[in-house]
């Protein structure tokens, strides 16, 4: 089975504080995807990557950023998180135009 | 640009009752069609997809028809059970360019004894 981990459940952090959510998949896929979701909004895409230290911006980026080293290895960080990013934030893979397979979910709140 | 719409939830049935769940879509070109379902505390998990007009996608009774005429993936199932309470999303993905998934806003489906 294709196994997408996040390796966290559930954040509290503070404003100002610098996040790091992380997310590793084991079917090495190429592309991998953050996304964040919101009641009444859905899933909107924030960054995503085809290939190691390749990353585009998507829909949202702002206050995000992403970094991948390794292929399996996707990782998405708030540089000064904001009440704002209190949020489900979703990591999602995929190999070529398969379909995504998705992380449990990260559920961060910012106080 | 692209996008997709799905009916506002939370839709209520009783066990047994007959489920739609309307999807459409804007996109050029021939996008892949996909409903995900997210269970309580749970991810996203696929739950069926058609990559081209007229394709029918299946899944534990659930099924979607891509009309292309009507920009449409309606998602039905004939006799729901408490167990398919969850929350439903409608996404696509362009068939060029950006391999990323478009979601639409999720409808939540309530199945009462």
């Known amino acids: 089975d294709v196994k997408v981990t996040q390796s966290s459940r559930y954040l509290v952090k503070r404003t100002g504080e610098k996040v790091f959510l992380e997310c590793v998949q084991d079917?090495?896929?190429?592309?991998m995807f953050w996304y964040r979701q919101d009641p009444g909004l859905g899933l909107r895409l924030i960054y995503f990557?085809?290939?190691?230290?390749?990353?585009e911006k998507g829909d949202i980026p702002e206050g995000y950023s992403v970094s991948r080293e390794k292929k399996e290895r996707f990782s998405l960080i708030l540089e000064s998180a904001s009440t704002n990013q209190t949020s489900m934030y979703l990591c999602?893979?995929?190999?070529?135009?398969?379909?995504?397979?998705f992380g449990q979910g990260t559920r961060l709140t910012v106080v | 640009g692209n996008s997709v719409t799905q009916m506002e939830g939370p839709v209520t049935l009783s066990e047994e009752a007959f489920l739609t769940i309307n999807c459409t879509y804007t996109?050029?070109?021939?996008?892949?069609l996909f409903w995900y379902v997210q269970y309580p505390g749970e991810g996203l998990q696929l739950l069926l997809k058609?990559?081209?007009?007229?394709d029918k996608g299946s899944n534990k009774g659930f099924e979607a028809t891509y009309r292309k005429e009507t920009t449409s993936f309606h998602l039905e199932k004939g006799s729901v059970q408490v167990s398919d309470s969850a929350v439903y999303f409608c996404?696509?993905?362009?068939?060029?360019?950006?391999?990323?998934?478009?979601f639409g806003s999720g409808t939540r489906l309530q199945v009462q004894p």
């Open positions: 999602a893979s995929s190999s070529g135009r398969s379909e995504a397979f």
């Open positions: 079917m090495d896929h190429e592309n």
């Open positions: 990557s085809y290939d190691v230290k390749m990353k």
């Open positions: 996109a050029t070109g021939y996008p892949s």
């Open positions: 058609a990559t081209k007009a007229d």
């Open positions: 996404a696509l993905r362009r068939d060029t360019g950006r391999r990323a998934l478009t």
